[in-house]
């Protein structure tokens, strides 16, 4: 095994890019060699900016011996076509979320996967969040008991920022390039609640503009429905200035709930006294603190995505979140799409 590995980067379209570079040039085991961008002047800018070579051809990245793996970054409709590349040279492959747009982009994604072995994860940076991580093990243990309904309130602020909207960024809220504001950032809570509770059965949901109109829906709310009766409400909105709560669970033998889990609510200003996570069961009938740090910003969380992607090349092991879990993510806003449109239950498979 090589001492550092080589990574390139296809496109700093998305925002994430920089804070994964920002993390990667301090490993001491990686090595930033290179990055594609059809956007020339942002490519070559973040080239300067983190020591790498740029090339307006994607061949020169996917081709390069010097390079183990990428990380797609580019806008969510090109996912597919970036991780074919990649995947025919041999290139392992880091892709941001949501995985695709379409089922079918999902499975010529999987196709490629499988047929030339490469290792693929996708960035589900809400798997690297420590009062995530302990919210799955006390579903795993049976601390809780048997789960009736688990909430998720995954919100952000950006189509209040006119930057977002009118800048670099706004390819997100172009419709061929992102669908919508649901499926760019539910795709983060439905992962998460998949990793929670397993494959939904069933899906209701409303999805649309209720405070702007600047792009294709800015609110949505789903209700999944699962195998064992239990159901799952996920909030987000993009247009959201300020909260605290937001995840709560609850069992009938335990309750947990988490505060300062999303973007407004981890950038904003907290008490002192602020607690991440706060477990309540039948045998111990009060709130006890679970000691777990809440990140000083939501990059902090963003951030934690490369290692684990490096550590898992490092030791040739399976990745954790799988091309197959990247497709159920997508299939969960899909769903919840079509029962918006259709205003009834859909069920799953699609």
């Known amino acids: 095994m090589k001492s550092k590995i080589g990574i390139g980067i296809v496109s700093f379209a998305h925002g994430h890019a920089n804070a994964y570079c920002n993390q990667m040039v301090s490993f001491d085991d990686v090595n930033l060699i290179g990055c594609w961008d059809d956007n020339e002047e942002r490519g070559r800018r973040?080239?300067?900016?983190?020591?790498?070579?740029?090339?307006?051809?994607?061949?020169?990245?996917?081709?390069?011996?010097?390079?183990?793996?990428?990380?797609?970054?580019?806008?969510?409709?090109?996912?597919?076509?970036?991780?074919?590349?990649?995947?025919?040279?041999?290139?392992?492959?880091?892709?941001?979320?949501?995985?695709?747009?379409?089922?079918?982009d999902c499975d010529v994604i999987g196709d490629i996967v499988r047929k030339t072995?490469?290792?693929?994860?996708?960035?589900?940076?809400?798997?690297?969040?420590?009062?995530?991580?302990?919210?799955?093990?006390?579903?795993?243990?049976?601390?809780?008991?048997?789960?009736?309904?688990?909430?998720?309130?995954?919100?952000?602020?950006?189509?209040?920022?006119?930057?977002f909207v009118t800048g670099p960024s706004k390819w997100h809220i172009d419709p061929e390039k992102n669908m919508g504001m649901f499926m760019d950032d539910a795709s983060h809570a439905t992962d998460f609640i998949y990793w929670m509770l397993g494959k939904p059965l069933s899906v209701m949901a409303e999805i649309d503009n209720v405070l702007t109109d600047v792009a294709p829906d800015d609110t949505g709310v789903a209700i999944y429905r699962f195998e064992d009766g239990a159901m799952a409400v996920l909030l987000n909105t993009s247009?959201?200035?300020?909260?605290?709560?937001?995840?709560?669970?609850?069992?009938?033998?335990?309750?947990?709930?988490?505060?300062?889990?999303?973007?407004?609510?981890?950038?904003?200003?907290?008490?002192?006294?602020?607690?991440?996570?706060?477990?309540?069961?039948?045998?111990?009938?009060?709130?006890?603190?679970?000691?777990?740090?809440?990140?000083d910003g939501h990059g902090v969380r963003i951030g934690g995505v490369p290692r684990p992607f490096i550590d898992c090349l490092k030791s040739?092991?399976?990745?954790?979140?799988?091309?197959?879990?990247?497709?159920?993510?997508?299939?969960?806003?899909?769903?919840?799409?079509?029962?918006a449109q259709e205003g009834k239950r859909v069920t799953f498979p699609l």
């Open 46 to 104: 973040a080239a300067e900016q983190y020591n790498m070579k740029y090339s307006p051809h994607l061949e020169d990245i996917v081709c390069n011996s010097e390079i183990d793996a990428v990380i797609v970054t580019c806008e969510t409709n090109r996912h597919a076509e970036m991780v074919v590349a990649a995947a025919k040279e041999g290139k392992d492959i880091l892709c941001q979320k949501p995985m695709a747009l379409t089922l079918e």
């Open 316 to 339: 040739d092991s399976i990745p954790d979140v799988s091309v197959e879990e990247g497709r159920v993510s997508v299939e969960m806003v899909l769903g919840a799409y079509q029962s």
């Open 117 to 163: 072995g490469v290792k693929f994860m996708m960035a589900h940076q809400m798997r690297r969040d420590p009062a995530n991580i302990a919210m799955k093990e006390l579903i795993d243990s049976g601390v809780l008991g048997k789960i009736g309904m688990l909430r998720r309130r995954h919100c952000i602020n950006v189509l209040f920022n006119e930057a």
């Open 239 to 295: 247009v959201t200035l300020a909260g605290e709560n937001t995840t709560e669970i609850y069992g009938d033998n335990g309750v947990a709930i988490q505060n300062y889990g999303d973007a407004p609510s981890c950038n904003l200003p907290r008490p002192d006294n602020a607690v991440a996570l706060k477990l309540y069961t039948k045998d111990e009938p009060s709130w006890k603190d679970l000691g777990i740090e809440i990140p």
